[in-house]
Protein backbone atom coordinates (compact mmCIF):
# COMPACT_ATOMS: atom_id res chain seq x y z
CA UNK A 1 0.00 0.00 0.00
CA UNK A 2 3.18 2.42 -0.08
CA UNK A 3 1.81 3.85 -3.55
CA UNK A 4 -1.12 5.23 -0.86
CA UNK A 5 -0.38 8.46 0.44
CA UNK A 6 -1.91 9.48 3.97
CA UNK A 7 -1.79 12.71 5.65
CA UNK A 8 -1.74 12.69 9.36
CA UNK A 9 -2.52 16.43 10.96
CA UNK A 10 -0.73 16.26 14.26
CA UNK A 11 1.68 13.68 16.26
CA UNK A 12 -0.22 11.36 17.98
CA UNK A 13 0.29 8.92 20.89
CA UNK A 14 1.16 5.36 20.12
CA UNK A 15 3.51 6.50 17.54
CA UNK A 16 0.79 6.43 15.05
CA UNK A 17 2.69 8.37 12.74
CA UNK A 18 5.18 5.51 12.36
CA UNK A 19 2.75 2.53 12.14
CA UNK A 20 1.49 4.36 9.15
CA UNK A 21 4.37 5.46 7.72
CA UNK A 22 5.24 1.17 7.59
CA UNK A 23 2.33 0.74 5.30
CA UNK A 24 1.53 4.01 3.02
CA UNK A 25 3.66 6.83 2.10
CA UNK A 26 2.72 9.84 5.04
CA UNK A 27 2.40 13.28 4.61
CA UNK A 28 3.13 15.48 8.24
CA UNK A 29 0.54 18.27 8.03
CA UNK A 30 2.24 19.36 11.27
CA UNK A 31 5.08 20.75 9.48
CA UNK A 32 4.11 22.99 7.72
CA UNK A 33 2.24 26.42 8.74
CA UNK A 34 -1.20 26.01 6.96
CA UNK A 35 -2.98 23.37 4.47
CA UNK A 36 -2.04 25.54 1.67
CA UNK A 37 1.47 25.69 2.35
CA UNK A 38 1.45 21.94 2.25
CA UNK A 39 -0.04 21.61 -0.96
CA UNK A 40 2.31 24.31 -2.67
CA UNK A 41 5.35 22.29 -1.43
CA UNK A 42 3.83 18.89 -2.19
CA UNK A 43 1.91 20.30 -5.92
CA UNK A 44 3.40 17.37 -7.15
CA UNK A 45 2.18 14.65 -4.86
CA UNK A 46 -0.57 15.76 -3.39
CA UNK A 47 -3.19 13.79 -5.76
CA UNK A 48 -1.06 11.16 -4.37
CA UNK A 49 -2.82 11.37 -1.20
CA UNK A 50 -6.26 9.07 -0.61
CA UNK A 51 -6.70 9.44 3.72
CA UNK A 52 -6.65 11.84 6.24
CA UNK A 53 -5.83 11.23 9.47
CA UNK A 54 -6.93 13.59 12.37
CA UNK A 55 -8.33 13.57 15.72
CA UNK A 56 -10.05 15.62 18.59
CA UNK A 57 -7.57 18.14 18.21
CA UNK A 58 -7.25 18.67 15.18
CA UNK A 59 -9.97 19.29 11.92
CA UNK A 60 -10.72 17.61 9.12
CA UNK A 61 -12.58 21.00 7.56
CA UNK A 62 -13.65 21.74 4.40
CA UNK A 63 -10.18 23.57 3.23
CA UNK A 64 -8.54 20.57 4.09
CA UNK A 65 -10.76 18.49 2.03
CA UNK A 66 -11.05 20.37 -0.94
CA UNK A 67 -6.66 20.43 -0.68
CA UNK A 68 -7.05 16.64 -1.19
CA UNK A 69 -8.62 15.97 -4.58
CA UNK A 70 -8.32 12.42 -4.63
CA UNK A 71 -8.90 12.07 -0.43
CA UNK A 72 -11.33 9.05 -0.21
CA UNK A 73 -11.23 8.18 3.63
CA UNK A 74 -11.18 10.69 6.82
CA UNK A 75 -10.39 8.24 9.83
CA UNK A 76 -10.14 10.37 13.24
CA UNK A 77 -8.05 8.75 16.13
CA UNK A 78 -10.98 9.81 18.08
CA UNK A 79 -14.32 8.98 19.31
CA UNK A 80 -15.50 12.67 18.27
CA UNK A 81 -15.77 13.89 15.32
CA UNK A 82 -17.12 17.38 15.70
CA UNK A 83 -14.03 18.38 13.79
CA UNK A 84 -14.52 16.52 10.81
CA UNK A 85 -16.96 18.60 8.13
CA UNK A 86 -19.16 15.57 7.46
CA UNK A 87 -21.65 17.57 5.02
CA UNK A 88 -18.18 18.13 2.90
CA UNK A 89 -16.99 14.65 3.48
CA UNK A 90 -20.79 13.18 2.04
CA UNK A 91 -20.64 15.68 -0.65
CA UNK A 92 -17.59 14.64 -1.93
CA UNK A 93 -18.37 10.71 -1.16
CA UNK A 94 -15.28 10.36 0.97
CA UNK A 95 -15.80 7.78 3.99
CA UNK A 96 -15.27 8.44 7.70
CA UNK A 97 -14.06 6.32 10.55
CA UNK A 98 -13.71 6.95 14.41
CA UNK A 99 -12.24 5.32 17.45
CA UNK A 100 -15.48 3.82 19.30
CA UNK A 101 -15.83 1.63 21.92
CA UNK A 102 -11.75 0.95 22.51
CA UNK A 103 -11.74 3.94 24.89
CA UNK A 104 -15.30 3.35 26.56
CA UNK A 105 -13.82 2.03 29.58
CA UNK A 106 -11.31 4.54 30.30
CA UNK A 107 -13.39 7.60 30.04
CA UNK A 108 -16.23 6.44 31.91
CA UNK A 109 -13.21 5.48 34.57
CA UNK A 110 -12.08 8.95 34.40
CA UNK A 111 -15.71 10.63 34.69
CA UNK A 112 -15.70 8.64 37.98
CA UNK A 113 -12.49 9.74 39.10
CA UNK A 114 -13.32 13.76 38.36
CA UNK A 115 -16.65 13.43 40.46
CA UNK A 116 -14.82 12.00 43.65
CA UNK A 117 -11.97 14.37 43.20
CA UNK A 118 -14.09 17.18 43.25
CA UNK A 119 -16.23 15.56 45.83
CA UNK A 120 -13.63 14.31 47.92
CA UNK A 121 -10.89 17.17 47.42
CA UNK A 122 -8.41 14.55 46.27
CA UNK A 123 -6.31 16.94 44.42
CA UNK A 124 -6.50 19.52 46.92
CA UNK A 125 -5.95 17.04 49.91
CA UNK A 126 -2.55 16.04 48.22
CA UNK A 127 -1.65 19.63 47.97
CA UNK A 128 -1.90 20.08 51.84
CA UNK A 129 -0.22 17.06 52.32
CA UNK A 130 2.80 17.68 50.16
CA UNK A 131 2.59 21.32 51.37
CA UNK A 132 3.68 20.33 54.87
CA UNK A 133 -0.31 21.90 56.43
CA UNK A 134 -0.73 17.73 57.79
CA UNK A 135 1.60 18.80 60.56
CA UNK A 136 -0.62 21.85 61.56
CA UNK A 137 -4.31 20.70 60.93
CA UNK A 138 -6.32 17.89 60.01
CA UNK A 139 -7.71 18.61 56.43
CA UNK A 140 -10.86 19.84 56.47
CA UNK A 141 -13.95 17.59 55.79
CA UNK A 142 -15.58 16.77 52.48
CA UNK A 143 -18.68 15.45 50.82
CA UNK A 144 -19.60 12.12 50.39
CA UNK A 145 -20.04 10.61 46.81
CA UNK A 146 -21.71 7.60 47.36
CA UNK A 147 -25.80 7.81 46.57
CA UNK A 148 -25.71 11.13 44.89
CA UNK A 149 -28.57 11.46 42.38
CA UNK A 150 -26.25 11.33 39.19
CA UNK A 151 -27.91 13.04 35.78
CA UNK A 152 -26.25 12.30 32.76
CA UNK A 153 -26.48 14.37 29.04
CA UNK A 154 -25.92 11.71 26.68
CA UNK A 155 -26.78 7.91 27.21
CA UNK A 156 -24.46 6.34 24.54
CA UNK A 157 -21.81 4.05 25.05
CA UNK A 158 -19.70 6.07 27.11
CA UNK A 159 -22.60 7.65 28.99
CA UNK A 160 -24.11 3.92 29.65
CA UNK A 161 -20.64 3.33 30.90
CA UNK A 162 -20.71 6.33 33.31
CA UNK A 163 -24.23 4.88 34.76
CA UNK A 164 -22.92 1.62 35.51
CA UNK A 165 -20.14 2.95 37.30
CA UNK A 166 -22.20 5.62 39.21
CA UNK A 167 -25.05 2.83 39.91
CA UNK A 168 -22.37 0.62 41.88
CA UNK A 169 -21.46 3.38 43.60
CA UNK A 170 -24.99 3.46 45.03
CA UNK A 171 -26.44 6.50 43.03
CA UNK A 172 -29.89 7.00 41.40
CA UNK A 173 -29.41 7.38 37.44
CA UNK A 174 -31.52 9.96 35.58
CA UNK A 175 -30.51 11.03 31.81
CA UNK A 176 -31.18 12.78 29.22
CA UNK A 177 -30.97 11.73 25.44
CA UNK A 178 -32.89 12.99 21.94
CA UNK A 179 -35.25 10.17 22.29
CA UNK A 180 -35.72 7.75 25.48
CA UNK A 181 -33.67 4.34 25.44
CA UNK A 182 -35.20 1.26 25.74
CA UNK A 183 -32.40 -0.64 27.01
CA UNK A 184 -32.24 1.63 30.27
CA UNK A 185 -34.07 0.18 32.39
CA UNK A 186 -34.39 1.68 35.45
CA UNK A 187 -32.89 4.83 34.59
CA UNK A 188 -35.15 7.78 34.80
CA UNK A 189 -35.54 9.70 31.65
CA UNK A 190 -35.87 13.93 31.24
CA UNK A 191 -36.62 15.14 28.19
CA UNK A 192 -35.82 18.19 28.64
CA UNK A 193 -32.63 19.12 30.62
CA UNK A 194 -33.20 21.30 32.78
CA UNK A 195 -35.69 18.93 34.64
CA UNK A 196 -32.59 16.77 34.69
CA UNK A 197 -30.57 19.05 36.05
CA UNK A 198 -33.28 19.96 38.58
CA UNK A 199 -33.44 16.90 40.06
CA UNK A 200 -29.61 15.34 40.01
CA UNK A 201 -26.98 16.46 42.12
CA UNK A 202 -24.53 15.46 39.56
CA UNK A 203 -25.04 16.22 36.11
CA UNK A 204 -22.22 14.33 33.62
CA UNK A 205 -21.90 15.68 30.17
CA UNK A 206 -21.24 12.54 28.23
CA UNK A 207 -23.35 13.47 25.03
CA UNK A 208 -21.45 14.61 21.43
CA UNK A 209 -20.99 17.80 20.25
CA UNK A 210 -22.89 19.13 17.65
CA UNK A 211 -25.50 22.27 16.64
CA UNK A 212 -28.16 20.77 19.11
CA UNK A 213 -25.97 20.13 21.68
CA UNK A 214 -23.89 23.33 21.23
CA UNK A 215 -24.52 24.97 24.81
CA UNK A 216 -27.12 22.68 25.76
CA UNK A 217 -25.38 23.73 29.61
CA UNK A 218 -26.12 27.21 29.94
CA UNK A 219 -27.23 29.38 32.55
CA UNK A 220 -30.39 28.26 33.64
CA UNK A 221 -29.40 24.57 33.21
CA UNK A 222 -26.40 25.27 35.89
CA UNK A 223 -28.69 27.36 38.03
CA UNK A 224 -31.01 24.28 38.09
CA UNK A 225 -28.20 22.22 38.96
CA UNK A 226 -27.09 24.48 41.90
CA UNK A 227 -24.83 25.80 44.69
CA UNK A 228 -24.53 22.32 46.20
CA UNK A 229 -24.67 20.63 42.41
CA UNK A 230 -21.08 19.63 40.74
CA UNK A 231 -20.71 19.20 36.48
CA UNK A 232 -18.32 16.42 34.84
CA UNK A 233 -17.81 16.99 31.56
CA UNK A 234 -15.75 14.16 29.46
CA UNK A 235 -17.59 14.88 26.02
CA UNK A 236 -16.83 18.35 24.81
CA UNK A 237 -15.97 21.86 25.79
CA UNK A 238 -18.68 23.82 23.93
CA UNK A 239 -21.80 21.96 24.89
CA UNK A 240 -21.34 23.92 28.39
CA UNK A 241 -21.69 27.87 27.91
CA UNK A 242 -18.50 28.32 29.97
CA UNK A 243 -18.22 31.85 30.19
CA UNK A 244 -21.72 31.07 32.59
CA UNK A 245 -19.71 28.31 33.90
CA UNK A 246 -17.23 30.27 35.09
CA UNK A 247 -19.49 32.88 36.71
CA UNK A 248 -21.34 30.47 38.73
CA UNK A 249 -18.73 28.68 40.09
CA UNK A 250 -16.94 31.88 41.01
CA UNK A 251 -20.18 33.43 42.21
CA UNK A 252 -21.09 30.11 44.56
CA UNK A 253 -23.92 29.56 42.28
CA UNK A 254 -22.67 26.01 41.27
CA UNK A 255 -21.15 23.77 43.90
CA UNK A 256 -17.91 22.52 41.80
CA UNK A 257 -17.03 21.09 38.23
CA UNK A 258 -14.55 18.33 37.29
CA UNK A 259 -13.85 19.44 33.65
CA UNK A 260 -11.13 17.52 31.40
CA UNK A 261 -12.57 19.33 28.13
CA UNK A 262 -12.52 22.97 27.51
CA UNK A 263 -14.31 25.64 24.86
CA UNK A 264 -11.27 26.63 23.46
CA UNK A 265 -8.89 24.09 24.16
CA UNK A 266 -5.41 24.30 25.27
CA UNK A 267 -6.93 27.81 26.78
CA UNK A 268 -8.56 27.14 29.82
CA UNK A 269 -10.18 30.35 31.63
CA UNK A 270 -8.04 31.14 34.41
CA UNK A 271 -10.54 32.53 37.27
CA UNK A 272 -10.73 28.73 37.67
CA UNK A 273 -7.38 27.60 38.89
CA UNK A 274 -7.71 29.19 42.64
CA UNK A 275 -11.20 27.01 43.02
CA UNK A 276 -10.73 24.53 45.69
CA UNK A 277 -14.44 22.81 44.13
CA UNK A 278 -12.92 22.85 40.67
CA UNK A 279 -10.84 19.58 38.90
CA UNK A 280 -9.26 20.80 36.09
CA UNK A 281 -7.17 17.66 33.40
CA UNK A 282 -5.73 18.53 30.03
CA UNK A 283 -8.38 16.04 27.84
CA UNK A 284 -6.77 13.19 28.78
CA UNK A 285 -9.93 11.09 29.25
CA UNK A 286 -9.36 8.12 27.37
CA UNK A 287 -5.47 8.97 27.15
CA UNK A 288 -3.67 5.45 28.52
CA UNK A 289 -0.85 3.49 26.81
CA UNK A 290 -3.50 0.85 26.40
CA UNK A 291 -6.06 2.62 24.68
CA UNK A 292 -4.26 4.99 22.96
CA UNK A 293 -2.71 1.85 21.49
CA UNK A 294 -6.22 -0.04 20.68
CA UNK A 295 -6.82 3.38 19.19
CA UNK A 296 -3.82 3.64 16.75
CA UNK A 297 -4.59 0.09 15.72
CA UNK A 298 -8.21 0.65 14.61
CA UNK A 299 -7.46 3.70 12.91
CA UNK A 300 -4.88 1.33 10.85
CA UNK A 301 -7.15 -1.29 10.48
CA UNK A 302 -9.90 1.28 8.95
CA UNK A 303 -7.40 2.17 6.34
CA UNK A 304 -6.19 -0.92 5.43
CA UNK A 305 -9.79 -2.43 5.61
CA UNK A 306 -10.89 0.58 3.09
CA UNK A 307 -7.77 0.33 0.74
CA UNK A 308 -8.46 -4.10 0.79
CA UNK A 309 -11.89 -2.90 -0.51
CA UNK A 310 -13.23 -5.01 3.10
CA UNK A 311 -15.60 -3.53 5.01
CA UNK A 312 -14.78 -0.38 7.26
CA UNK A 313 -14.82 -1.49 11.25
CA UNK A 314 -16.10 1.87 12.42
CA UNK A 315 -17.30 3.52 10.24
CA UNK A 316 -19.45 6.80 10.20
CA UNK A 317 -20.19 7.57 6.77
O1 LIG B 1 -11.91 13.37 23.02
C1 LIG B 1 -11.57 12.30 22.68
C2 LIG B 1 -12.23 11.52 21.67
O2 LIG B 1 -13.18 12.02 21.04
O3 LIG B 1 -11.81 10.37 21.45
Given at each position: ?55 A????D??S ?12 N ?5 K ?26 F ?10 K ?5 G ?12 P?T??F ?7 V ?11 R ?13 S?K?E ?13 A ?7 V ?28 I ?8 P??V????E?R ?14 V?E ?12 H????T ?18 FS ?7 I?
Amino acid sequence: MKSIGVLMTIPMPSNLAEKLATRFTLFKLWNYPSIESFSETHADSVHTIRAFVCDAKSAADAKSIDALPNLEIVSTNSVGFDKIDIEKCRERGIRVTNTPDVLTDDVADFAIGLALAVFRKIPNSDGFLKNGLWKHSDYPLTTKFSGKEVGIVGLGRIGSAIAKRAAAFGCPISYHSRSQKPEAGSYKYYPNILDLAANSQVLVVACALNEQTRHIVNRGVIDALGPKGVIVNIGRGPIIDEPELVSALVEGRLGGAGLDVFENEPNVPEELFSLENVVLTPHVGSDTEETCKDMADLVIANLVAHFSGNPLLTPIL
